[in-house]
């Protein structure tokens, strides 16, 4: 198990899932919001589920130590009775498993009696509270409570009692929320001196998904003084997996527990750190399903609401995602051909700089005319594609130029943490320009998205100030572009230090620059990405070139990654002070 925790639980919530859906909830075995509960997205099946064992409920007060990882598991003193609730989602279960394990530590029999009690909230995640509109079945050892077409089915080893009616319940998990509790479920057991017992309970729904990504071995050590960055690149992958599913077709959603979709540009950036651990079967299903899409869609939904606008980003970073797996795997004709529909919404002003809705970069509460993150996002896919307007986008790149520092929109001077993005691509020398970031965004935590000198500057707003994991693996893949070891190194740790917060393991949407306090989803798809992306493209330098998996690490460094894919083959790449050395994994 990943982590083990014996204190301070009510600080920390977990997230496991498969294709079909996840638990979300705290560690301290709380609802707490309300986002906890089992979803099938984007759709909610249970506010909460609870145990009572011979009239004590398991809880915080008989919690003393808790299991983090692929499942979770609550350990319970019952006086007479020691109590795991053990909850997993295997891949064979559209749903998830409670699996409850009883030690009798006394000398005599001991009759156990447990009690369920279900908060089952059947709704799309948009309603928050809706009309409690229900119908139940029980049998002997299953019941099914039904809303809309949509059914939860709870399923029992042992024989289940049903007492009580089924009632409507307001609860304030933060917000009020509304439930019902189709009555109490219990079962029995008789357990021997000494002895174990168990009964597994099943939660699934209809609409079923099956499978699971196939586990890769990736890995990487770089030598003392390093451990957090080995821990993140782990916890990385074990992240980007945990957010995959079959809903709509295969994807992975942008975070945990409430972006419950497939967002374009957040699949894409994904997608890079995806191909660099070497899930490229996954991607090509990813990019085919967006391909299948009318337009670009700035998402794929996972319910019946529509789509929404298209992100201006979504096209080109869709042109660079596929162009990366062509590299290093394959892609469809498919696909191809939407990298030649993608081109069809590039617009290129007199200027030579691209021409995009103001509203449409994803800093989406923001309106961005001629923004920098855009512009190279074009220069970057129309190199990769070779086409003519790649010079006429290098040229209008110089329009962003003011007084020798790169800004964030041709019209005014900010500085942001979009402008590392043409230096991570090569895009411009950017010397000075590299040094003003360094200076202006790198806090406590990471790079936050606006310079701390800007007038409108605030540690916790959203887009102006905040830091955010995607900004900072931006500014450490440009500072290791440049060759800044250290900096690079150092934007990693800084945020690798969050993964032991608030979700275990997990790499947060954005947090407060001062404080460090989350403000957004606890696991974000593209914070995990970027780590990885920035350590195996930039730090080992790995890239395909003419066909040929080559590595250009940074002079100084020393580390080993190993089972890295290309083609179909794997590979373990060794540098010492800056030289590499591939070998083939036999």
Not at 51 to 60: A, D
Not at 130 to 149: A, L, W
Request: net charge negative; with cysteine; aromatic share 10%.
């Amino acid at each position: 198990m990943d982590y083990i925790l014996e204190k301070d639980f009510d600080e920390y919530c977990g997230t496991i899932s498969n294709m079909h859906g996840f638990v979300h909830r705290y560690l301290d075995t709380g609802f707490k919001t309300k986002w906890a509960g089992f979803w099938v997205p984007p759709y909610k099946f249970l506010d909460y589920f609870a145990f009572q064992v011979n009239g004590t409920w398991l809880s915080p007060k008989t919690l003393f130590k808790t299991e983090y990882g692929d499942k979770m598991v609550f350990h319970h003193d019952l006086d007479c009775l020691t109590v795991e609730e053990v909850v997993e989602t295997p891949e064979d279960v559209p749903g998830f498993r409670v699996t409850l394990k009883f030690r009798n530590n006394t000398e005599d029999p001991k009759a156990v009696h447990t009690k369920m009690e279900l908060g089952v909230d059947i709704r799309h995640k948009s309603e928050d509270v809706h009309d409690p509109s229900y119908k139940t079945e029980f049998s002997k050892k299953k019941m099914i409570v039904e809303s809309y077409g949509r059914r939860l089915m709870v399923s029992s080893e042992q024989p289940l009692e049903k007492k009580g009616e089924t009632e409507v319940k307001e609860h304030f998990p933060g917000e009020k929320q509304v439930c019902i509790v189709p009555g109490e479920l219990c079962f029995k057991k008789k357990i021997g001196p000494e002895q174990k017992a168990e009964n597994i309970i099943e939660f699934t729904t209809n609409g079923q998904r099956f499978g699971k990504l196939e586990e890769k071995e990736n890995s990487i050590s770089f030598g003392e003084n390093h451990e957090i960055i080995e821990r993140s690149f782990t916890n990385s992958e074990k992240s980007l997996r945990n957010l995959v599913y079959d809903r709509n077709g295969k994807g992975i959603i942008a975070g945990h527990p409430w972006f419950q979709e497939y967002w374009g540009r957040d699949a894409f950036w994904a997608i890079l750190g995806l191909i660099d651990l070497g899930y490229f079967e996954f991607s090509l299903e990813v990019l085919q399903n967006f391909a299948k899409q009318d337009n670009f869609p700035n998402q794929i939904t996972l319910g019946d609401e529509e789509a929404g606008y298209l992100g201006e980003d979504v096209p080109p970073l869709f042109i660079i995602a596929a162009k990366e797996l062509e590299k290093h795997y394959k892609i469809t004709d498919e696909i191809h051909e939407k990298m030649i529909e993608a081109m069809g919404h590039l617009n290129i002003d007199k200027n030579n700089v691209v021409d995009h809705i103001p509203e449409g970069t994803w800093m989406d509460t923001l309106e961005r005319k001629s923004a920098i993150d855009i512009h190279s996002l074009w220069l970057e896919a129309t190199k990769m594609l070779g086409a003519s307007t790649n010079e006429m986008l290098e040229k209008g790149l110089e329009e962003f130029d003011k007084n020798g520092v790169l800004t964030d929109c041709r019209e005014n001077d900010n500085i942001t943490a979009n402008i590392a993005i043409p230096i991570m691509f090569g895009h411009h020398d950017g010397d000075k320009t590299l040094e003003k970031l360094n200076s202006e965004l790198i806090n406590e935590y990471g790079a936050a998205t606006l310079s701390i000198e800007d007038e409108e500057y605030s540690s916790s707003s959203y887009h102006k100030g905040s830091t955010w994991g995607l900004t900072t693996g931006w500014l450490a893949a440009a500072n290791l572009k440049k060759g800044e070891l250290e900096k690079g190194l150092g934007l990693l740790k800084k945020f690798s230090k969050l993964m032991d917060r608030d979700q275990p393991g997990a790499f947060p949407e954005i947090v407060d620059s001062d404080t460090g306090e989350n403000l957004g989803c606890v696991e974000q798809a593209w914070s995990a990405s970027m780590i990885v992306h920035a350590i195996d493209r930039y730090l080992f330098g790995i890239d395909i070139k003419d066909g040929e998996l080559v590595a250009d690490p940074l002079k100084g460094f020393n580390g080993t990654r190993k089972y890295k894919r290309f083609k179909d083959n794997l590979y373990h790449i060794r540098c010492q002070n800056g030289e590499a050395k591939i070998n083939k994994v036999v």
